[in-house]
């Protein structure tokens, strides 16, 4: 392979990793937890293009994320938009929605009014359980959490899971139609670091893809990388739109802490 030839394989390969980033979406949203022990410079990021971050905010047993508080906080002062997530173990998943909703509640409305954001993204996090005890959440099990949230919410969370395991569960002997159905009443939010996620049933599509956490990612560093701000060991998320259709996602997916329970109470 001549010299010529081989610079020209290696830019046009570099153009179609770079036009695969840009097909995929935008590279708009970051996600925190506890274990993220640094201050983020939530300014910062929203000067680097990120305008929304999903935090952990409770996680087993019954536990509040202690960072979620001071971080909503001070990531809506900045002008980011705001979610949650919720750690999900085997335990009953109905008190586990109603403690995830409750945590999410309580922080908005003891929040600064300005620190309170519009709309908060709702999401169970359905992986495998290796961190905490209780140990690992059922397909029928999800379901149910799902169900209780859009209950007394109005909107259903998004799930968040590896490409590979998901798929393995929810084509495993004995997954009701009616739990596939309800998964897919929920957005899709897929975790692959080495290569762009699939269509998945049954959902077809994926909403939010995170390719990179705690530094490992397989794809090209100038599309995508691994740090953002002050944190050289991001979890970043690339959002299947551009910055403005995210804010959009967020106003048609997202709850006002208390609005559906105080309707309801109202009728």
Not at 46 to 69: C, L, M, N, T, W
Request: hydrophobic share 35%; proline share 7%; glycine share 8%.
């Amino acid at each position: 392979m001549s010299r010529l030839f081989k610079t020209s394989f290696l830019a046009i390969a570099l153009l179609a990793w770079t036009a695969a980033a840009d097909a995929a979406g935008s590279n708009c949203i970051v996600n925190l937890s506890h274990y993220d022990l640094m201050r983020p410079n939530f300014a910062a990021m929203r000067e680097q293009g990120i305008v929304a971050v999903i935090h952990e905010s409770s996680y087993p047993p019954f536990v509040r994320d202690e960072k979620y508080f001071d971080r909503q906080t001070e990531a809506t002062r900045a002008g980011l938009l705001w979610g949650a997530y919720h750690y999900a173990n085997a335990s009953d998943p109905v008190r586990q929605a109603d403690h995830f909703l409750s945590v999410v509640e309580r922080t908005w409305r003891s929040a600064p009014p300005d620190g309170r954001p519009e709309q908060v993204l709702l999401v169970l996090d359905f992986e495998k359980n290796g961190h905490y005890p209780g140990g690992t959440m059922r397909v029928r099990q999800a379901a149910r959490f799902v169900q209780r949230v859009h209950e007394r919410t109005g909107v259903y969370p998004g799930i968040y899971s590896g490409e590979y395991r998901i798929r393995r569960v929810l084509s495993a002997p004995g997954v009701s139609s009616a739990d596939r159905s309800t998964f897919a009443k929920s957005w899709l939010w897929i975790a692959n670091y080495h290569f762009q996620p699939r269509n998945i049933p049954p959902w077809g599509d994926w909403d939010l893809w995170q390719y990179t956490g705690d530094g490992i990612c397989d794809l090209p560093r100038s599309s995508y990388p691994k740090s953002v701000a002050n944190i050289p060991r991001a979890e970043r998320n690339i959002f299947s739109g551009t910055p403005n259709e995210a804010k959009s996602f967020w106003l048609k997916h997202g709850w006002t802490p208390g609005q559906r329970e105080e309707a309801v109470a109202g009728q």
